[in-house]
Each structure stands twice: as structure tokens, then as C-alpha cells.
């Protein structure tokens, strides 16, 4: 079996913001759409923000958003995903679809649907009204990951998925840095003409703070909760987005303490997690 080579860390003179606009820019360059795939957390909040700056900057102005809404949210999530769709400036997809999500709470049940039409009497909350519900390329044993290359079509050109991927949060996404020479930050095998791009794969989640703070960037507000509980600095465990996984399901105590009645509505949605 042939060795796979891990490049080590090369520090740079130029800060990581001055970096990822730089590699922002060459993503406008290279490609014909650029998207950004938002989640409402920290990461991809920065993402949005320095994506905005340099379409600005391009005049590529209204920037493409898409928000994949797992049901299973905290309201202050909702709320920020409400304000940022509400942007003169961005072009804000909010899709509901039922897609295929890991249940790692159930054996018995091992995966559960967001928005399936046949358990809308246990929804968590109502629909939002913007809610992208069909798409003519979807099926519902489609996860999210797995959708996302066929949002759009081959006419669009080259398309790039900008994320929120930060290599400080697991190995597993360094090394998928590491084993590329060249612009490493953008993968993916092209399905559909799309390529998932991590303009800001080598920040910390203080470099993220701290950008948020300086540059006063709205946030979601669902962090001020975490730190009035005894996450309070564990900047890796504060995550927003799926509930239900296995890493994430570690960490679902959070919901039964910060918001009772979403987690009341969450034992009769989902199977196993009592």
C-alpha cells in the first residue's frame, strides 16, 4: 500500500483574514458561481462575511446563500438565519427538504427526516415561510452532503461551495488539507461541476471570535447561551447544527437545559433520544 504524504504546518507572514480573502478572491477567478453553504454557526458566519467583502469588492453582488434547515434548531439560530436572509445584498436559500439524517440515538431506528411531510404533527416548529420544500432533483434518502452538488445545474459552469471547514476541529479534516500541494482548501471530485471550498481551513476558533468582534459582524446568539452553561469556553463543543449524530450526541444534554420546551418537542420527534 502506498504512503500517503502529510505535509506539515508552514507559517506565513500574512495573517489568516488577509489569506482568506486572498484565496476568496482566486475562488471568484477560477469560478463561475460561487456559493456559500451557511449553517448559522460561527465558522460559516465568517465565510459569509468575508465572501461579502470581496463580492463587494468584485461587484458580484447579490451573493448566493443556501441554509439547510435540520428542524431540530435553537430559535436563536432561526432568528439569525431570519436576519441574514433579509439582506438586500443576498440571495438566501432556506431549503426544508426530508433528507437522510443519522439517528445515532436509536439502533432500532438509525435514521431520522427533518421536515417529513408524514410527521408534521410532531414538528418541532412551523415552517418558515421562505422554506424551499421541493426540488426536482431530490429524494429523500438523500443527505444534505449528498444534495448539495445537484442544487444547481451543469449550465451554471464550474460552481464553488464555500464552507465553514476548519482543520483545528479534527484530524481527519487536516489531513485532507495536508495531502495536497496545491490549493489545498478546495475539494471534492468536481460531481456536477461543484468543488467544496474552506477559505479559512488554518483558523482557530479564536481568530474567529476575535474577527466577529473587531469587525462588530452580527453572530447567532445561541454561543451567549452556551457560555452561561459549563460549555462556557470549550470553543471546540460549541457547535450549532445537527443534534443527533454520534459526536454531536454527546452534547444534546445542552438542549434539555437551555431550551425545555424545544427539547420536550425533540422527545417525541425523534426515537431513542430518552
Known sequence: ??????????????????????????????????????????????????TMIVAKELDRLPLDVVFFDEEVISPETVEYCERISQDPDINFSWFCLPCKLRNAASNVQPYWHPWNPEKKDVWVRPLPETAITEHPRFNNEMGFQHFCPYIYEKKDGAIAMLTGIRTQESMRRYQSIARKKNDAYITG???????????????????????????????NTTYDIYNKTNMHGRYLAQRVGAAFGEEPLRRLWIYSECWPELWEKMTKRVPGIL
Open 1 to 50: 500500500m502506498a504512503k500517503i504524504k502529510i505535509r506539515k504546518k508552514e507559517y506565513q507572514e500574512k495573517d489568516v483574514f488577509d489569506a482568506a480573502l486572498d484565496r476568496i478572491r482566486y475562488i471568484y477567478q477560477r469560478f463561475d458561481k460561487v456559493v456559500v453553504s451557511f449553517s448559522g454557526g460561527k465558522d460559516s458566519t465568517v465565510v459569509l462575511q468575508m
Open 189 to 219: 471530485n468536481g460531481e456536477n461541476n461543484q468543488y467544496r471550498c474552506s477559505p479559512i481551513y488554518d483558523w482557530s476558533s479564536e481568530d474567529v471570535w476575535l474577527v466577529v468582534k473587531k469587525l462588530k459582524w452580527d453572530y
